[in-house]
């Protein structure tokens, strides 16, 4: 067992005699001279098992490929809500930072949905729910979110509509989920928001759209740190595509409005200010 396994999170909840117990029981095998006397003839008997590659607990494709990436999960929650709406939002924020990076931004893509319960949300830094609708987590969901956000997860929301229900039951399930919360508006003027606006692009506030999509993000803390942020502003629908980019069109045309140079100038706008946000997740 390795020393570094007592940071795990698994590990954080146990009382401070039981971790000193822990450690003294780890001295007393690693130093005493009957221990190693004891595996080192075990050894010479060949009776340790020795990892040949094809137990069960080898690493999938899949988690080979995500290794080291950075991974947006989109929830599903077990209310009844188009959580799959904008299907090619994530794709194709992806698909930005890729291009803005030169391809060396080490992210990596699976736009399924995946349950709030269980232990699979916790392989992701971020997870993402976005609905035209209202919703409601149920206690089980909440529960794990709860221990999700304390392990240093990030929920985003993302209102996809811009003004409306699911705009309406995000108060609500915050305080579920982090009780007695407040959700702080992210403005540029405020210091503890600077980076909102600064992480990649210098920018002057929100993007320049309609007045119902230029709202400022919300921001919850949990232990410090910004665990639930908010944005009512339905950029989703900004990352998405009607056609794919171009050299000479490097947005694509957008899949929700005319591809004028002003709703272009929008939605780059957009890009930037999300671009800040998934940095500003990843370091705060």
Known sequence: MHLDVLCRP???????????????????????PAAAEDWLKQAAKGKLRTFDGTTPT?????????????????????CKVDWNTDPTALPYFFYQLRERTQGKFPCYLDNNGISLLGNEIYDYPIIYFTSHYPFKFTDEEVENLKKYLARGGTLWLDDCTGSGPFMDSVPANVQLIVPGSELYLMLREEKAFFDLFNMIYPLNGYPKMKEQFMKPFQAAYLNGRPAILFCPNDYGCSWEVATQPTALNPLGNPAHADPTPMAQEAREGVYQICINWLFYTLTH
């Open 10 to 32: 698994e590990f954080m909840g146990m009382t401070t005699m039981r971790f000193k117990d822990l450690l003294s029981i780890l001295a007393l095998v690693m130093v005493s």
């Open 58 to 78: 080898a690493e999938s494709d899949t988690e080979r490929q995500q290794r080291g990436k950075v991974v947006i999960r989109r929830i599903k929650p077990q």
